[in-house]
């Protein structure tokens, strides 16, 4: 089983910055793709970011040239920088981590997410 910890999370004023950070810990293999999703209040979830294996990364277009998602592969963390935010980026922000347990197959784990409130 694979636990993710998210932190960073807050209330900043439109055109601040966030750093979330998310650790995966347990019986790990191998972690594959690593993604950041967000979910504003009566909205679907949406991906906003996605990083592969191989440091391949996509982005939301709402958040294209902003954001930043990256990973530090020896400690199994993804982080998302978040720079010129705006109230739109208001939303709980979840990560995604696929990953292949130690004699197991791949599977799909969320964190607990974190609220990012952008508010003056």
């Known amino acids: 089983q694979v636990q993710l910890v998210e932190s960073g999370g807050g209330l900043v004023q439109p055109g601040g910055s966030l750093r979330l950070s998310c650790a995966a810990s347990?019986?790990?293999?191998?972690?594959?793709?690593m993604a950041w999703y967000r979910q504003a209040p009566g909205k679907q979830r949406e991906r906003v970011a996605v990083?592969?294996?191989?440091?391949?990364?996509n982005y939301a277009d709402s958040v294209k040239d902003r954001f930043t998602i990256s990973r530090d592969n020896a400690k199994n963390t993804v982080y998302l920088q978040m720079n010129s935010l705006k109230p739109e980026d208001t939303a709980v922000y979840y990560c995604?981590?696929?990953?292949?347990?130690?004699?197991?197959?791949?599977?799909?784990?969320w964190g607990q997410g974190t609220q990012v409130t952008v508010s003056s």
């Open positions: 995604n981590v696929w990953s292949t347990p130690v004699g197991g197959l791949p599977l799909s784990s």
């Open positions: 990083i592969s294996s191989d440091g391949s990364t």
């Open positions: 347990g019986s790990i293999f191998s972690i594959n793709a």
